[in-house]
């Protein structure tokens, strides 16, 4: 199977690699990102083919590179434009970002994300779960609502709800007042 895979990305490189790179070349502008995501797209698909069921469903070979070549490309420039946007609204540099760390402000931070945890763990179980989705596993509230059986706007209530219990534990920590957050029937 091993071989095999290897002979399939290798017939694929000969024969789609150089129309990839130069289109990535076109779109990026710059030939060194073009390579990199060239690069990346042959071993993500090499480690795609690795499952049987994948490379047997593989009809367009060529679109599939594509796919995945411009899915790196924009994610890329999503987090280019992120980086960008955060160093206009901070005014920092990555350097001078990195020296403002100190031990004491990571302890502080540590502790402030403690307080977030707990307060996440101290929430009704549907509300955690319903954050858990939606907050940290990037889900839709449709598709939250549909995996827990309950409506989009219940599932809208919760996250209102979530958020603000972290924020009254958040800035009781801030505030050095410890509060109690706001109780929400669960439902």
């Excluded at 593989?58 to 924009?74: D, H, Q, W």
């Excluded at 707990?118 to 995996?147: C, H, W």
């Excluded at 809208?156 to 957050?181: F, I, M, Q, S």
Aim: glycine share 4%.
């Amino acid at each position: 199977m091993m071989a095999e895979r290897e002979g399939l990305i290798k017939e694929w490189y000969e024969r789609y690699g150089e129309d990839l790179y130069r289109s990535l070349r076109s779109a990026a502008k710059n030939p060194e990102e073009a390579q990199d995501i060239s690069q990346e797209t042959f071993l993500k698909v090499a480690m795609k083919l690795s499952d049987k069921e994948c490379s047997e469903t593989i009809l367009n070979p060529k679109a599939f590179l594509y796919r995945v070549a411009f899915n790196e490309f924009y994610n890329r420039c999503k987090r280019r434009k992120l980086h960008n946007h955060l160093q206009q609204l901070f005014g920092e540099s990555d350097e001078a970002y990195i020296c403002s760390i100190t031990p004491e402000k990571i302890a502080l931070d540590q502790e402030e994300l403690a307080v977030v945890r707990d307060a996440i763990y101290g929430l009704p179980d549907k509300q955690r779960e319903v954050f858990l989705l939606t907050r940290v596993n990037n889900m839709s509230y449709q598709n939250a609502a549909r995996k827990l059986g309950i409506k989009k706007d219940t599932v809208k209530k919760h996250v209102v709800r979530v958020l603000a219990a972290l924020r009254v534990a958040r800035a009781g920590y801030l505030n050095d007042e410890p509060k109690k957050p706001l109780d929400y029937e669960d439902g």
